[in-house]
């Protein structure tokens, strides 16, 4: 069932503060106003979103000095033929034709 904006108010315990120019402040409120949605909301949602998308895009890689010189040299090893793909980047996009 969908959270009312009363329960996910109450839900929500603590408080981020910022200062933003006038600008910042028009351009946040036009976008949320043309989703219908509050301020508040809105800049949670993006701020949520941009920092889920941080934390996917991190990568760690623990390998010792064997594997990390075997994973640089399957790295720096040329492709192996694939005459699939090769037609595939060779052929015109259907907007192209």
């Not at 895009?57 to 793909?85: C, I, K, S, V």
Request: net charge positive; aromatic share 6%.
């Amino acid at each position: 069932m969908a959270t009312t904006s009363i329960e996910s108010k109450r839900l929500r315990g603590q408080n981020i503060n910022l200062r933003v120019s006038r600008s910042q402040k028009a351009l946040i409120d036009r976008a949320a106003g043309a989703l219908g949605r509050s301020r508040s909301d809105f800049m949670l949602e993006a701020a949520c979103r941009a920092a889920e998308s941080t934390l996917l895009d991190q990568r760690y890689f623990h390998l010792d000095d064997a594997e990390f010189h075997r994973f640089t040299a399957l790295l720096d090893r040329p492709p192996a033929d694939n005459p699939r793909l090769r037609r595939l980047l060779h052929t015109k996009a259907p907007w192209e034709k």
